[in-house]
């Protein structure tokens, strides 16, 4: 019989976040399914990316406990972090590149850091990668200064595959971009997601995002997170949890989801009629 914590790639318990006198999150249990797509939304001064880098090991609670892979990472050696590290991929906000390194260069420096290895081998992992995210290879030799707001947000994105790892973790991945290129970075992910197996942990705003790729949206409210399928935070009856799911960019998200479905389903049906 399988381990049931085996399934779990990401859990927390008790997790207290403060600064100062401002509690952040105030005893946040969670769960992340190895496989799954969650997503992480919440009011502004909810603690979304303080979350982020608290599961990444960038911000140390004031008490909890959080394991990752099935290691302690509160209670990890260095050199233990280091191996953890190269299991997880991060996709800041805006790509966060390093301007004075071309894309090619970006994609390399976890590979410098974590496993030497030639250099051609290395700009070979980097093409792969650039492929990968869906950018032509001619980006490789360019800085992030002669690149769109899509383009770095694939950059970045590239980088943080470098290693392969089992979870990526995104801040904002589509913030700052068009509906068009929103959408194409949306497919990207829950393409990845599915051909190299990913956990995707992601803190976004976008509710067309949430509605196109996520399994389950993890809410913070009150300081505390509610975790649960659409469907359940649709039913929910806290007040910002309705008008963030009911308002207007909710309802138009739910209704193009629910056209992209219907445009399926037909799509299903007549290849089935001429099968």
């Not at 969670?30 to 009011?43: A, K, N, W």
């Not at 099935?70 to 590149?97: C, K």
């Not at 801040?171 to 992910?189: C, H, K, N, V, Y």
């Amino acid at each position: 019989m399988a381990n049931p914590s085996n399934d779990i790639a990401i859990r927390a318990h008790g997790v207290v976040n403060r600064f100062g006198a401002q509690t952040v999150h105030d005893g946040i249990d969670l769960e992340v399914r190895r496989g799954e797509v969650l997503g992480i939304v919440g009011g502004s001064g909810t603690g979304k990316s303080v979350l982020l880098r608290t599961l990444i090991g960038l911000q140390r609670p004031v008490s909890g406990h959080i394991e990752v892979l099935d290691r302690d990472i509160l209670h990890l050696r260095e050199a233990e972090q280091r191996e953890l590290d190269q299991h997880f991929g991060v996709l800041f906000q805006d790509g966060a590149l390093f301007s004075s390194l071309t894309v090619a260069q970006n994609i390399e420096v976890p590979l410098r850091e974590h496993c030497p290895m030639p250099e051609a081998l290395m700009a070979q992992i980097a093409a792969t990668k650039i492929a990968m995210v869906g950018l032509p290879e001619e980006a490789g030799d360019k800085f992030p200064s002669q690149l769109s707001g899509g383009m770095r947000k694939r950059s970045g994105l590239a980088r943080s595959l470098a290693l392969d790892p089992e979870i990526l973790f995104l801040d904002e991945p589509t913030a700052g971009l068009d509906p068009i290129a929103a959408a194409a970075f949306d497919r990207l992910i829950g393409d990845l997601k599915a051909s190299l197996g990913l956990t995707v942990v992601m803190a976004t705003h976008d509710l067309d995002t949430l509605f196109a790729i996520c399994d389950r949206v993890a809410v913070l409210v009150d300081k505390k997170i509610r975790i649960g399928t659409l469907a359940d935070h649709l039913e929910d009856p806290h007040p910002w949890i309705r008008a963030y799911f009911h308002g207007p960019r909710g309802r138009a998200a739910l209704d193009g989801n629910n056209q992209q479905h219907s445009a399926i389903d037909v799509g299903s049906q007549s290849l089935a009629g001429l099968a």
